[in-house]
């Protein structure tokens, strides 16, 4: 199933949230202010923190005009009552000091993941030079940036710039009512991936016919956190102990389930491994 084990234990996070409180986010929709939503998202992020994660809210125009933190999970009360004050003001979106603020909060957190979120007006966003160069070397850094634009402007070619830069992801919205809900998705793939990469030895965990005459694997650079089915047998496995090929009985049939993949992404050293073309035939075989 892709519910994750509960004895996995996810690295707690440092997340900074850079919100753009500029004059057009003071624009009215449907009775609420965009900044309001955008603060409502931040707040349901403050509230699925884990007690050892940090927040940090960024709030700024042309200059930064309040800062939130940072503050420990626990504390995630205190986020939220503050948040609930925000408010628009009036200058532009001065995109470098903005981030380079950001960058300030985030450099100092400890904490093993750490990611930046940005809440923009799809235009007027000004200072764009040398934010990309910032972002370039925060993700160096080992630290994550995603771009949230509100309306199709004629700046989200470069939102979209500074999030694959930062290895992150884009999210457009013309209604800033859908803020909320970008915000807690987002959050929840940082707070709770599904995905992990890094680089690992598989092990194996049980004999099968699948893996006959395969003493040894090539290491993989990623996987899908699952947990087995109470009937499949585990047959790899990772470091962790998390499932890498199971099996089991169908019905009259029977399934595999591989979590990792079988191309140059996260499975690259298998593709030219000698053993690789015995471990695609023999799975077949067996179904």
Known sequence: SMDIPSQVRLPPVGIVILIDVSGSMGADENGRTKISLAAEGAQRIASLLRDDDELTVVMFDSAAQQVIGPLPGRRRDEAIDALSRASAGGGGINMFDGLTKAAQYIRQSG?????????????????????????????????????????????????????????????????????????????????????IEERFAPAGAAPHPILRGIEQTPPLNGYV??????????????????????????????????????????????????GFPRFAAQPVGWL
Not at 135 to 153: C, F, N
Not at 173 to 191: F, G, K, M, S, Y
Not at 230 to 238: C, F, G, K, N
């Open 111 to 195: 904490q093993p993941v750490r990611h930046i979120i940005t809440i923009t007006d799809g235009g007027d966003s000004v200072q764009q030079e040398g934010a990309r160069e910032l972002v370039a070397q925060l993700h160096s850094e080992k630290v994550t940036l995603t771009s949230i634009a509100v309306g199709d402007g004629s700046d989200v070619p470069f939102l979209q710039d500074i999030a694959r830069i930062g290895g992150g992801r884009t999210f457009l919205t013309n209604q800033a009512a859908n803020l909320p809900t970008l915000l807690v998705d987002e959050a929840q793939a940082v707070i709770q991936p599904y995905i």
């Open 225 to 274: 956190i699952t947990s087995p089915r109470q009937s499949a047998q585990v047959l790899l496995a990772t470091p962790r102990g998390d499932p890498l090929l199971t099996s089991w009985q169908y019905g009259l049939g029977r399934a595999l389930a591989w979590t990792s993949d079988l191309k140059g992404q996260w499975a690259v050293d298998w593709v030219g491994w000698q």
